[in-house]
């Protein structure tokens, strides 16, 4: 092969990947538009990764018989401690 005719080659093959990286660059952006454009005429929620997820909030409620403690937690570890179990003598 001649050397003109290889750099025709590689100049062809330089051009040729920059227009496909191009076009597919280009077909990203068009997509990420058209789908935002898309989202927002039909109002269809949860399709985008940057939009904020709506949690709501459980609330808490607790049980009737739960006994609030006093402040230094003494006289509540009196009333529910429990006996501690006889110690058996060895046999």
């Excluded at 789908?35 to 927002?40: V, Y």
């Amino acid at each position: 092969m001649d050397s003109s005719t290889c750099l025709g080659v590689i100049a062809v093959l330089a051009i040729s990947g920059s227009v496909a990286l191009l076009t597919t660059q280009m077909h990203k952006h068009l997509d990420r538009e058209f789908r935002k454009i898309f989202q927002s005429e039909f109002d269809c929620p949860g399709e985008t990764r940057n939009a904020p997820k709506r949690t709501t909030r459980k609330k808490v409620r607790f049980a009737d018989d739960v006994v609030e403690p006093s402040s230094d937690n003494s006289t509540y570890r009196r009333r529910r401690q429990r006996p501690a179990p006889a110690a058996r003598p060895p046999a």
